[in-house]
């Protein structure tokens, strides 16, 4: 079945700067690649995802980049901000019903 | 905006109970799913449920869990005899069929504690 690895898991960083996730995945039919932001305690919410057919997409701070000849793809947060803390998680969707494969995620923390 | 609802928010059960968990997924949606989410880790996929039947399940998704869509609305998760290891997170989500969209919301989620 589909792996997907995810990397770091904890980031930390200062108010301002910019925060890189990244995520490689197995299954070369995957072809939608959702990222969610999860708060303590909270819903997974998807904050960005993009399709196989396309190379990078972007959303005010956040942009998402995918390789899919290396199979990897990644989160881009810039200017980052307190309330950006949380867990990201990276998944990939693939199988007849479209599951998602979620990585292992990045508990980001971003300093004041 | 529609949102997926469930149903209780915290669950606590002896061990060998059997408890439901309830799921309310968004109206115009076919596809529905269960993940869970042990404290600490990654969400990992049950089941998942089309067209009143099952479609896909994960080695989790053992003979001692079910699921049912017993009316238009609810979708239920069944776990017959429950186990320590039971104790976890559970996210109901669902998306629409077909067209372009794939996107699967989550629900609050259940969090169920097996004592």
């Known amino acids: 079945g589909e792996n997907v690895e995810q990397h770091p898991s904890t980031l930390s960083v200062q108010e301002g700067d910019s925060a890189v996730i990244k995520c490689t995945y197995s299954d070369s039919a995957s072809n939608y690649f959702p990222w969610y932001k999860q708060e303590l305690g909270k819903r997974p919410q998807l904050i960005i995802d993009i399709r196989s057919n396309v190379g990078e997409k972007k959303d005010q701070r956040i942009a998402v980049t995918l390789n899919k000849t290396a199979k990897h793809f990644s989160l881009h947060i810039t200017e980052t901000q307190p309330e950006d803390s949380a867990v990201y998680f990276c998944a990939s969707e693939g199988g007849s019903a479209r599951q998602l494969t979620f990585g292992s995620g990045t508990q980001l923390t971003v300093l004041p | ?115």
Request: aromatic residues 14%.
């Open chain 2, 1 to 115: 905006e529609p949102e997926v609802t469930q149903t209780p928010s915290h669950q606590v059960t002896q061990m060998g109970q059997e408890v439901i968990l309830r799921c309310v997924p968004i109206s115009n949606h076919l596809y529905f799913y269960w993940y869970r989410q042990i404290l600490g880790q990654k969400v990992e996929f049950l089941v998942s449920f089309y067209n009143n039947e099952i479609s896909e399940k994960s080695e989790i998704f053992d003979d001692q869990f079910s699921v049912e869509r017993p009316d238009g609305s609810n979708f239920t998760l069944k776990i017959r005899s429950t186990k320590l290891e039971d104790s976890a997170m559970y996210f109901c989500a669902s998306s629409e069929s077909g067209g372009i969209t794939y996107e699967q919301y989550f629900g609050p989620g259940t969090r169920l504690t097996v004592t």
